[in-house]
């Protein structure tokens, strides 16, 4: 493959206000903010706002409000989850009913679009433990109701700024795989819900959003930390990739990692267990680089942001399996500004191939 073709390494396809990727520097700025400004500080719908401004004729004064409504709006849906889908994985389930929302390029839309991933999951979440799904509750923050409608209980109050700071984290990331997706698809003028159905088709990949899943298939068979390194020499010696690790723009640590293991961090203090998966996270995550220096020496990789969702969505008892819902929900706000953002200003995304096939032979 041509330099520059292979996964599009490097190609600059897009121009945005929206979110800047500095791989060299390990930094996430977010429409002029450092990642470390936001995560922890900012709510989701503070983060929702920052990102929509400009990309609709006007906002809701109050979106926790307006996002509570649209939560309402969208439970309806979930009585289309019968056996067929439930036994499907969290995120096929959540895409279908994502679905059955339909296309349009308004505010009320994208809204819905946003509520939707967060009371699907939960839906989901619910379903396949046997549980009838929990309405929404609109007076509450996203964060509060999410952990709410999954539980069919009240979390604390450290669980919710932890959900938080994982939503404000993940909300928008540069041309990433599935926001690219959606911008291809926005371009097309095909509306809103299309542009979102394939962000998270391109987020469910577990080279995207489905790695941290194994992430914890990794820790459970690794044990303890003794067994770290010899657990990740074999998987390497396989040819297995190490989840959690490498990224295509981050030749250094990824700032995403840090912002969520202090959220981690904060949880682990009111349980013992979470400390405990913490230390041997680090365990892992110490022998992973080391072991990778020493296979990979040309190769630059190091921490990327799923090692500690793992960590953090796992002390907040969400199943493996839900994970990349999970990431959907916090992701999908991106997805949206990015559409609105192709839409405004820019044209139909249409490259061209390189033929490298059989030509007809020339009629003798
Ligand atoms: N473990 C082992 N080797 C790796 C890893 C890894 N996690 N990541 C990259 N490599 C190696 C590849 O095997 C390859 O080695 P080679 O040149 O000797 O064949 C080399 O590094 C380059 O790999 P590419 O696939 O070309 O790198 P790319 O930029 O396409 O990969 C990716 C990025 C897909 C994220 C990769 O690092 C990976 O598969 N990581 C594991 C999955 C993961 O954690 N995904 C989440 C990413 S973050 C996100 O999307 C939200």
Not at 1 to 22: C, N, R, Y
Not at 95 to 103: T, V
Not at 171 to 197: E, I, P, Y
Request: glycine letters at 10%.
């Amino acid at each position: 493959m041509s330099e520059g073709l292979d996964g599009l390494e490097g190609v600059v396809a897009a121009e945005t206000v929206l979110s800047d990727v500095d791989g060299a520097a390990g930094q996430l700025l977010i429409r002029g903010h450092h990642l470390d400004e936001l995560a922890g500080v900012w709510t989701y719908e503070d983060v929702i706002g920052l990102l929509w401004s400009g990309f609709f004729p006007s906002l809701p004064a109050d979106l926790t409000g307006a996002l509570g409504l649209a939560r309402q709006a969208v439970f309806s849906e979930v009585a289309a989850l019968d056996a067929g889908l439930v036994a499907r994985t969290p995120v096929e389930a959540a895409r279908a009913l994502l679905a059955r929302l339909g296309d349009g390029d308004d505010l009320d839309l994208a809204l819905r679009l946003v509520a939707a991933p967060a009371v699907f999951t939960a839906a989901v979440i619910r379903a396949q433990a046997g549980r009838e799904p929990v309405p929404p509750d609109p007076t509450l923050g996203h964060a509060a109701d999410i952990l709410r409608m999954t539980r069919g209980e009240a979390a604390s109050d450290a669980e919710v700024a932890a959900l938080d700071a994982y939503l404000v984290t993940v909300a928008d990331h540069g041309l990433n795989a599935s926001t690219f997706a959606a911008r291809v698809v926005a371009s097309t003028r095909a509306g809103l819900g299309s542009a979102v159905l394939a962000g998270l088709s391109a987020l469910k990949g577990p080279l995207h959003g489905g790695a941290p899943g194994p992430v914890i298939e990794m820790l459970d068979q690794i044990e303890t930390p003794a067994k770290a390194r010899a657990w990740l020499e074999a998987a390497l010696a396989r040819g297995d990739r190490l989840m959690g690790f490498g990224h295509r723009v981050y030749r250094v640590r990824d700032p995403r990692a840090d912002a969520l293991k202090r959220a981690v961090r904060t949880l682990g203090k009111q349980s013992e267990s979470n400390l405990g998966r913490l230390a041997l996270a680090e365990a892992v995550e110490a022998a992973a680089l080391a072991v990778l220096r020493e296979r990979k020496p040309n190769r630059s990789l190091d921490t990327n942001v799923e090692l500690y969702t793992a960590l953090l969505l796992e002390a907040l008892a969400f199943p493996p399996a839900a994970f990349t819902c999970v990431f959907a929900i916090g992701r999908v706000a991106g997805w949206i500004a990015h559409a609105r953002e192709q839409v405004a200003g820019g044209r139909l995304v249409r490259p061209q191939s390189r033929y490298v096939g059989p030509r007809p032979r020339a009629a003798a």
